[in-house]
């Protein structure tokens, strides 16, 4: 291996600042443009995606981003950044983003598999500037220390190794978003177009079922259907953090304990643990409330609106309100009505420094509370396509903890490759 720095082999360019581009300029629909919140674990998140127009996106041209190109958080989480795949060529970087475009032999996916090693992220958040706020800027990115293989083809030999577990993990990915899709579209038929099926299994509202004004929803809903509150949905828990100035308080494996940002970083709708763990004399010493599995975790502030179903026993920080549900409920309901209810709950938060949600104000939203037996009629159907999309968010946990093993001893030169093109057919095409 032979050691560099990141820019002697790298191009850097920021972000277009706000004498370049404005927020204004955001379209719904048109050109991607990836930001610090599309920025995941060496990908890129497909959710909440901010467009521009065809005539934006030709004036900030050279913003445009290339299979290929590593895409970092200019603010916030700074250790992370995203690996441009084929399918986010010629997306636009957002303002609070650098990109590097490798210059010299070594294929970038290796840098962005190198980029992943634990003390690599260690290096960026120990030089990364601000109190408040971690800040990156090229001049950090281009002094990060990097090791090569001595010949080129060894990088890419790895990172052809590391990609048959990425791919599996987008491959689940994929699975993951269109049984969400259809898990969304689902409810949305029943609960918010009214178009559940009548007793001639027949979309009720479309075949003239009987529909009634309610003016506290500012909005038709089936006759007979009763207005309730949120806090009908089941218990309504607050968050809580134990003190940071105690070590014993925390842990890596442990009870698990969600943040903001562990939800900025999901992928799917189920969650299991966060970054950190808590220890049970951290919940002990702390607000938090340990909930059951099924609870729906909902954050309140700094954002508002990540929603996730929690996989096994959890607590959050004070950041969440969430749900219990009651038994005749069912965790999906409650999800995607929080989920549906995402503007509302943006538009009703206050504060001087952020905006929040109350646990008073969340409890007593309104809400449309369908009879048991369309819940039960919905949760028949739902309930299997959860389960697929847990079970591969599970499988992803897998996979992803396996590459992060393999990560350190194939960049160490633990894990050696062979010459696949041996002629003695029995030889592995890699050994330990």
Known sequence: MKKCKLGEIADFKTGPFGTQFKASEYTSSGYPVINVKNIGIGNIIDNDIDF??????????????????????????????????????????GSDCIKARITDDTDPRYISYFLHLDYVKQQLLNKAVGSTMPSMNTDILKDISIALPDKPEDGTTIANFLDKISNKIDNNQRIISTLESLSKTLYDYYFLQFDFPDEKARPYKSSGGKMEYNAELGREIPAGWKVG?????????????PSTQNEDYFTSEGIAWITPKDMSLLQGKWIFHGETDITKEGLKN????????????????????????????????????????????GAEFVYYTLLSL?????????????????????????????????????????????????????????????????????????VGFKNPTSQNTKEAPYES
Not at 288 to 309: C, D, E, N, W
């Open 286 to 329: 702390s607000s938090a409330k340990l909930m059951p599995a099924g609870s729906v975790v909902y954050t309140t502030r700094a954002p508002i609106g990540y929603v996730a179903v929690a996989a096994n026993e959890v607590c959050t920080n004070q950041g969440f309100k969430s749900v219990s549900p009651n038994k005749d409920i």
């Open 52 to 93: 521009i127009s065809e005539e934006t996106r030709a004036r900030l041209s050279e913003h445009i981003i290339h299979e290929g190109d590593i895409v970092f958080a200019r603010k916030g989480s700074v250790e992370r950044h995203a690996y441009v795949r084929k399918e986010h060529n010629g997306w636009v970087q």
């Open 229 to 241: 509150r949120i806090s009908d949905l089941g218990e309504v828990v607050s968050g809580g953090t």
């Open 342 to 414: 995402g503007e509302h709950f943006k538009n009703i938060g206050n504060g001087s420094t952020f905006s929040e949600v109350s646990k008073e104000t969340f409890s007593n939203v309104p809400i449309c509370m369908p009879p048991r037996d369309k819940l039960q009629s919905f949760a028949k159907v739902v309930n299997n396509l959860s389960q697929q999309q847990k079970n591969a968010q599970l499988e992803n946990r897998h996979l992803t903890a396996l590459r992060d093993f393999l990560l350190p001893l194939l960049m160490n030169g633990q």
